[in-house]
């Protein structure tokens, strides 16, 4: 049941496939800010790091951070139109690029509030579980494990629902109930595509260190697979939200399938 799910997510991204743009932008966002603190003539300004030096001060790990919650709202930015055109193309529209970012930057505030809540959340996890050593690990990972269950339907109910940020949480955690199974069977069963299919990229970087190619061709397999999944977790994840909430499956997903996916009351 499981992969007939994912294998119905990949037909909906092969019929929409400029739908892997967004994943793919939100990816060159991070590598810009990456390159811009670490390898670009500006770094040492951006990170008030001495000349010459590999130290970062408390002011320059305190950019870091509002550097990654800048990326972070980016990618829930980019996710959330995508969801707006996943929506469009299962109420029977055909969207374009401009429709998922249009309806995204209408819920400019909650997004960003969102991305800015979930980065601190996580480098507060990260913070602790170094401070605490193996049990510290332990704990923050069950708690970040908890918490990504809770907000897995953070994305399509910010961008489809007129909520602020607690309510889509008490939202997405209320959906949760009925769906949490499936939700983790699926994020593992995706984790083993990616296992699966990084054969070919393996491959790809012995050939191309043998042609003098270097990392360039896995490199570039790499991150049109991780796009591609990215893309496919983002329409399953409005699949089992639409379903979710109305009981009606969406185009190309039939009942049986998903009524799998929640133990509906």
Known sequence: MTWELIIRSFAVLRKDPKLMLFPA???MFGLALVALCFY???SDAVLNRPPNSSSIGVVG???LFLVYCVFNIAVVFCNCALAACVQIRFAGGVPTLADGWSRA???IRPIALWGLLS???GVLLRAIGNRLGFLGEVATWLIGFAWELVTYFMV???VIEELGVRGSIRRSSGLLRGSWGEQLVVNLSLGWIFVLFAIPGVVLGVLGHTASLGPV????YFTLLIVVLTAVQGIFEVALYRYAVSGEPPEGYAAPMLNGAFSRR
């Open 25 to 27: 932008l939100s990816g």
């Open 119 to 121: 980065a601190t959340f």
């Open 217 to 220: 061709p896995a490199v570039l």
């Open 156 to 158: 399509p109910v910010l």
């Open 40 to 42: 670009s003539p500006w």
């Open 105 to 107: 930057a209408t819920r």
């Open 61 to 63: 790990y305190g950019k």
